[in-house]
């Protein structure tokens, strides 16, 4: 099992950046896939980016050109890059984990509260 910690929330003008974190502990070498989802208010959680193992990334639509996934192994750490953000941005924002390349998601954190707003 993987613990997962995020970090980095808060609140920011329309344009504005954020970079969340997301400290990962436990089992860490069984990670094949990691992501980033936000839910909305009213809304279902979706997938914002994804990386796996290799280093492959995923990104949804609207945050293409925007968002950046990584990680830094030797921090156990992976984060998400949010630039030129948007209201409808506005989301918890949640850390993911999986330990197979299909399926769903095993390990959740908390979440992290994004609001975009002037």
């Known amino acids: 099992q993987v613990q997962l910690a995020e970090s980095g929330g808060g609140l920011v003008q329309p344009g504005g950046s954020l970079r969340l974190s997301c400290a990962a502990s436990?089992?860490?070498?069984?990670?094949?896939?990691i992501g980033w989802f936000r839910q909305a208010p009213g809304k279902q959680r979706e997938l914002v980016a994804s990386m796996t193992r290799g280093g492959s990334t995923n990104y949804a639509d609207s945050v293409k050109g925007r968002f950046t996934i990584s990680r830094d192994n030797t921090k156990n750490t992976m984060y998400l890059q949010m630039n030129s953000l948007k209201p409808e941005d506005t989301a918890v924002y949640y850390c993911?984990?999986?330990?197979?390349?299909?399926?769903?998601?095993?390990?959740w954190g908390q979440g992290t509260q994004v609001t975009v707003s002037s």
């Open positions: 436990g089992s860490i070498y069984s990670i094949a896939v």
């Open positions: 993911a984990a999986k330990s197979t390349y299909y399926g769903r998601y095993d390990d």
